[in-house]
């Protein structure tokens, strides 16, 4: 959550990151009233329980005749503290509520507004194929992937229902590598591999900041009280919760790579055929926990990574900044790698990289001990790899006869395969 001090003390940010977001900015007031009435619930519970602490005292002293009209007061004071300490409770409780309300500040140059407002940075990669002037109608990813007997959504359909598929032969293989080239360069930027939970506490899912506007999209297990994760990023986050970490030599880097669930709540009609948008897939995630003065600059390290992985891939792409409007609660700034898709003349989204300032980490009491006392953490974000990039490799790199180029730095990972080629099915 934010920091209420910092709130109280200037509020005018929060104001104009609410309005940035297209949210209501009267929130923050109202966060500020809810603070002015927790602060002054407190006061009054420790004032009487001073008081009673005192009268309670003077019962020894007290003569004989004083002492049934201080003890009677004692207890009138003692109903009194208990009234007032629930009071101060639920006030501290409603006080956070709002607290918690309230999304990320945007930073400085973030684009107003919502999910079209977001600002193409630059095109990279290779251009376009120009598919026409090739001699042939480019197919998409899932005719492509049958054709290799790669992709199977009919039987995917039949056992778990729709959007959910089946990776299988080349199919798995290619998923396999691409991940496991993630895993290779994030280890050679210095990053711990972590293959984490798909399950998490509310407290940890809560604590990321995805049970807001994000909630209707997540799985949830009523007899566990657990929720199946969308991303690694939850489970990294809440990996260091409730700790005291010691950034001097540089950021906490991790590269998780977990099974991600989304129940793609709203999405009805949206990108049915095929893996663009499915409930379950891979992804390899980023995380990193460094100070909050050094996150932009570790935030630009993230996309040229997410940057690096596209070029081995050789796809064409585009680099966007988020809208605040569509940033979601933790995050304050937002880069999307989008790749270009041939049969939709569109570009998709394949990596998301967010610098989530110190949200996350006020929120699951992750701090740094530093000469100036205890401050929070800032977390960071970003995709290397998902099952999602087969739709663009596949579309991108396919020739007429339904074959498939293998991008260079892929084959070490294929067994040196430059070529993949249709299969006869029964």
């Given at each position: 959550m934010i920091d209420v001090r910092s709130l109280r003390e200037n509020p005018e940010p929060a104001r104009a990151s609410q309005r940035a977001r297209g949210a209501d900015p009267a929130l923050v007031d109202q966060i500020l009233e809810a603070d002015v009435a927790r602060r002054e619930a407190l006061q009054n519970f420790e004032a009487l329980r001073a008081t009673q602490k005192e009268v309670s005292k003077s019962v020894g002293r007290a003569s004989?005749?004083?002492?049934p009209a201080i003890l009677a007061q004692a207890k009138e004071l003692a109903e009194?503290?208990?009234?007032?300490?629930a009071a101060a409770n639920a006030a501290d409780a409603e006080a956070d509520r709002l607290?918690?309300?309230?999304?990320?500040?945007?930073?400085?140059?973030?684009?107003?507004?919502?999910e079209d407002d977001y600002v193409v940075l630059r095109h990279a990669g290779p251009e376009p194929r120009d598919f026409a002037a090739e001699g042939f109608e480019p197919q998409d990813h899932l005719a492509l992937g049958e054709g290799l007997d790669a992709i199977d959504t009919k039987r995917g359909a039949k056992v778990s229902g729709a959007r959910f598929y089946y990776l299988k032969g080349i199919g798995a293989r290619l998923e396999l590598a691409?991940?496991?080239?993630?895993?290779?360069?994030?280890?050679?930027?210095?990053?711990?591999?972590?293959?984490t939970p798909t399950l998490v506490t509310p407290q940890v899912m809560g604590g990321t900041g995805f049970l807001n506007e994000h909630s209707e999209e997540i799985y949830y297990l009523p007899a566990d009280d657990l929720y199946l994760t969308g991303t690694s990023e939850v489970a990294l986050?809440?990996?260091?919760?409730?700790?005291i970490l010691d950034l001097s030599d540089g950021p906490k880097r991790y590269m998780g790579w977990s099974t991600c669930y989304r129940r793609e709540a709203g999405s009805a009609g949206k990108d049915t055929r095929g893996i663009i948008r499915v409930h379950q897939f891979n992804k390899a995630e980023m995380f990193s926990y460094c100070r909050p003065e050094d996150a932009e600059e570790e935030h630009a390290r993230f996309l040229a990574w997410e940057e690096e992985m596209l070029a081995k891939v050789e796809l064409p792409y585009r680099v966007i900044d988020t809208a605040a409007g569509d940033l979601g609660t933790s995050a304050a700034r937002k880069f999307d790698c989008e790749a270009w898709l041939p049969t939709q003349e569109r570009y998709m989204e394949?990596?998301?990289?967010?610098?989530?300032?110190?949200?996350?980490?006020?929120?699951?009491?992750?701090?740094?001990?530093?000469?100036?006392?205890?401050?929070a953490v800032a977390t960071l974000n970003g995709t290397l790899a998902t099952t999602r990039w087969l739709v663009a490799i596949l579309e991108n790199h396919q020739r007429s006869d339904g074959s498939i180029y293998v991008p260079e730095a892929m084959r070490p990972y294929l067994g040196g395969l430059e070529v993949l080629e249709p299969v006869a099915t029964k």
């Open positions: 004989k005749e004083e002492r009194e503290v208990k009234v007032a300490e607290a918690r309300l309230l999304p990320n500040l945007v930073l400085d140059g973030v684009p107003v507004g919502g691409l991940m496991t080239m993630a895993m290779d360069q994030a280890l050679a930027n210095g990053f711990v591999p972590m293959m986050a809440g990996y260091h919760a409730d700790e394949v990596t998301s990289t967010s610098n989530c300032t110190t949200f996350q980490a006020r929120r699951l009491g992750i701090r740094e001990r530093r000469e100036d006392g205890m401050t």
